[in-house]
């Protein structure tokens, strides 16, 4: 069972990177939600980051249909999620953080990824949000990636993408100890609510446990 919250001060700050507010067309809300929650519970403080672009598109939760809308503003709608203030990625000191967790999400990879979904367009990173990522990894600090947060993160590492695993433990957590990368499925393999906060709670509970031992 988790801890129900951390008995100790919270002693160091891990970003959390989001790319709007909806699974469709931003991060992954209960995803993002159950990072902060882990964090905390671990003693870690989650710090909110996202970009001032545009989202890609607007996407109605309700059907999963495009719709047409003004443009949004990643770090407005992601400023929705959480009581702590969202920062500007590209104001933010990264230097003061000690790890990054990207959660997933379609919208996520839609956002952080160009060309993603589009057929006719050529796959990169975000230049902002790979630079983000590339800071951790250059720096030897952890990162930890749920769901969907594996496209942006593969496609700076140039590893290849993993279908879904359904079926898998939930507590699985994926290890890459030569570039201090955690990974768990999240709602990539998993429908339950539970079973993703399984495998959240324990990459979050590694990923801290990788900051102490640095």
Known sequence: MPEPYSPEP?????????????????TDVQEAVLCHLALDRH?????????RRSQLHVVDHTSGDE?????RVMLAESARIFHDKTRDLAEFP????????????????????????????????????????RHFLEARKPVGVVGLGDILVRQ??????????????????????????????????FQRISEVAIGIDALVRELVQWVRNG
């Open 10 to 26: 919270l002693r160091f700050q891990v970003g959390i990177l989001l790319s709007g507010c909806g699974r469709f067309d931003g």
């Open 43 to 51: 003693g870690a403080r989650g710090v909110p980051l996202a970009s």
């Open 67 to 71: 719709v047409e809308s003004e443009p």
């Open 94 to 133: 990264l230097d003061t953080l000690q790890a990054l967790i990207v959660p997933g999400g379609f919208g996520a990879a839609k956002n952080l990824v160009s060309g993603f979904a589009r057929m006719d367009q050529r796959r990169a990173a975000q230049p902002d949000a790979a630079a983000a990522v």
């Open 156 to 189: 700076i590492t140039l590893q290849p993408l993993e279908d879904p695993r359904p079926g898998d433990d939930p507590a699985r957590i994926d290890r890459d100890r030569e570039r201090r990368i955690l990974t768990t499925a999240g709602f990539k393999s």
